[in-house]
């Protein structure tokens, strides 16, 4: 993932301001050359929340004034486009806002519609789904029959409930099915862009409301095109990995019956930023091909001494009666910024169309002092 320097920094601050002083020559701009001063420390979202609040201080008025002098950037200044676009939009959104009125409103949305090929307008559209949802939801519904691919997939990325470095909509998290009707224009959109934005959608969605996402997959399953089992396995692959029945259900992964030996570990301390390695041998011992989905599960030690489990693919296979299939993996320990090992006991374990195997535990050693 880039450095949010690499996205929004002191380059952008500088190309949002030459931007700026063409579409308003008359604006002093003091609080963007201030930005450029006080950006470097910043996470990415605090970043842009940094220039759209400059943009909001040099650019006083009304909604209707900063959507001109947006629309004269647009036009006339050169390289409007990029990372830039993000507080601009939020700046708009935020202004439409404090307006209260929907022709602002309206036009607003318009506005991030027609700068979302720039840089997606996603993160700016959550404070319009915030002030009114279903004014906006309205409005988006519209967009799905777009020509425009840009505007297609910002309708289904823009209402994500879990959308990255976005702000929440709460009234998304209680209300799951109302943007469903979003999903079921674009799920067999012919844009692969707009159909992963789907799919990722379907699995924000599935954290919560698992059962509401494995009825609109199997709706989509019985009116499918090329492209729609992709779809449904990519937006359920959360609950596949929880051991969620209706999904692995609907896949194909039912019950099964099986003889599970392991999984066997190669060591029984694995030093810190060490691996793991796994072996295990699984039998299908029904009458009936069985169609698996294998997993694995890393209970990681946790601070206060418990565990918690961490669920990876391993692979899928079918098995007729009484095949047998030997599953290997090694497993590292190699510290990554997003995890902290603790050490102590940890344990693996397998999950097969749902169903976990026994534990096995190991010592993760402590890291050697410096």
């Known amino acids: 993932m880039p450095f949010a320097d690499e996205l929004i920094g002191r380059h952008t601050v500088q190309s949002l301001t030459r931007a700026m002083r063409t579409a308003a020559p008359d604006a002093d701009l003091a609080a963007l050359r201030a930005a450029a001063r006080q950006i470097a420390p910043l996470p990415l979202r605090e970043r842009a929340d940094l220039l759209r609040d400059a943009l909001l201080a040099d650019l006083p008025g009304d909604y209707a004034g900063l959507a001109r002098t947006v629309r004269r950037a647009r036009d006339e200044a050169a390289h409007f ?7 601009v939009t939020s700046a708009l959104a935020t202004r439409a806002v404090e307006d209260g009125g929907r022709a602002a409103f309206d036009d607003a949305m318009a506005l991030l519609a027609d700068l979302t090929g720039r ?22 519904d519209g967009w799905t029959g777009s020509a425009d691919v840009d505007v297609r997939r910002l309708a289904s990325e823009g ?7 976005s702000v929440r909509v709460p009234e998304l998290m209680t209300h799951p099915g109302a943007t469903v009707p979003i999903l079921d224009a674009l799920y067999r959109d012919e844009s692969e862009y707009v159909r992963r934005s789907v799919a990722n ?26 492209t729609t089992d ?23 992964f039912g019950p099964a019956v099986l003889e599970v030996d392991g999984p066997h570990l190669d060591l029984d301390t694995v030093p810190f930023g060490g691996s793991v390695r796994f072996t295990a041998s699984i039998r299908n011992t029904g009458d009936a091909p069985a169609r698996l989905a ?27 009666p009484d095949e047998s299939v030997l599953v290997t993996r090694e497993h590292s320990f190699r510290p990554i910024t997003t995890r902290r090992y603790y050490p102590g006991r940890h344990a693996i374990s397998l999950q097969i169309n749902g169903v976990e195997s026994d534990r096995v535990g190991f010592e993760l050693a402590a890291a050697e002092a410096p």
Do not use: C
């Open 81 to 87: 486009t990029g990372w830039l676009i993000w507080p």
């Open 159 to 165: 209402t994500r409930p879990y959308l990255p470095w």
């Open 201 to 226: 959608h379907l699995t924000d969605l599935s954290r919560d409301h698992p059962d509401l996402v494995v009825d609109t997959a199997r709706r989509w399953l019985e009116d499918p095109d090329a």
């Open 294 to 320: 294998i997993d694995y599960i890393v209970h990681h030690r946790k601070a206060n001494g418990g565990q918690r489990g961490k669920t990876f693919k391993l692979t899928t296979r079918t098995l007729a």
């Open 230 to 252: 992709r779809v449904v396995r990519h937006g359920l692959r959360t609950l596949v990995k929880r051991g969620h029945p209706g999904a692995l259900e609907l896949l194909g």
């Open 119 to 140: 840089l997606s307008s996603e993160f700016a559209i959550r404070t319009l789904l915030r002030h009114d949802l279903d004014r906006a939801l309205g409005i988006i």
